[in-house]
């Protein structure tokens, strides 16, 4: 049983690629382009992990991770904030609203892939039962 990654990016070229590298390495991946249809979908997909953008339409990537964070259902989820804001500052933003990994764009899609794989591991080591 494969793993399935939520991604929530509003770029469509970002998205499509995030999607393929995803897809290549066994991930079932859903995508959504804007942060209310990420909430959505984490709560329909059941998903194993979820890659944020944070400059999205209607609600950014930050306020989807602590909504994410806020919910019983889905606070233990990981999320991968995947910007183009790459500060220090963004960061540790991110972190604090609940990230549990930041990778600046333009990213290497051998990371990205590492870095959902890390997480996902790191996750079920943690609660080997399913959350669902």
């Not at 390495?25 to 942060?35: D, M, P, R, S």
């Not at 249809?37 to 944020?52: K, R």
């Not at 806020?70 to 609203?97: F, K, N, Q, W």
Request: aromatic content about 4%; glycine content about 4%.
């Amino acid at each position: 049983m494969s793993a399935t990654v939520l991604i929530a990016e509003d770029d469509d070229d970002v998205r499509d690629l995030v999607a393929l590298r995803l897809a290549a390495a066994g991930y079932k991946t859903v995508t959504v382009t804007n942060g209310n249809a990420a909430l959505t979908a984490a709560s329909l997909e059941h998903p194993d992990l979820i890659v944020l953008d944070i400059d999205m339409p209607g609600l950014d990537g930050l306020t989807v991770c602590q909504q994410i964070r806020s919910l019983a259902r889905t606070s233990s989820l990981p999320v991968l904030i995947l910007s183009a804001r790459s500060r220090d500052l963004d960061e540790s933003h991110g972190r604090a609203m609940g990230a549990s990994d930041y990778l600046a764009k333009p990213f290497d899609a051998a990371e990205l892939v590492e870095r959902v794989a890390r997480l996902l591991s790191d996750t079920y080591e943690a609660a080997p039962l399913s959350r669902w």
